[in-house]
């Protein structure tokens, strides 16, 4: 039997650990390979760990053309290839 999933309620602490959602986690997580779980605990982690925060784009603004053709050709091809 499927359990239905947890929704946000704006009037719940977001920091609380909902013992429905825990034990729905736990279930579900039983239910996964070595691999899988592994998987779901670096989900888990990057989802509570702070994202890097970056700079605006007007303090970038002094960069702009100061690159070469040449060399932007060359960065955009190495993004490209990934």
Do not use: N, Y
Request: charged share 30%.
């Amino acid at each position: 039997m499927v359990q239905p999933r947890w929704s946000p309620c704006a009037e719940e602490d977001a920091t609380m650990v909902l013992p429905a959602v825990k034990a729905q986690i736990l279930s579900d997580l039983d239910q996964l390979s070595l691999e899988e779980q592994g998987r779901a605990a670096e989900l888990v982690h990057r989802l509570v760990s702070p994202h890097p925060k970056g700079v605006a784009g007007r303090d970038l603004l002094r960069f702009a053309r100061t690159l070469d053709p040449a060399s932007v050709r060359e960065m955009r091809e190495a993004i490209e290839e990934g």
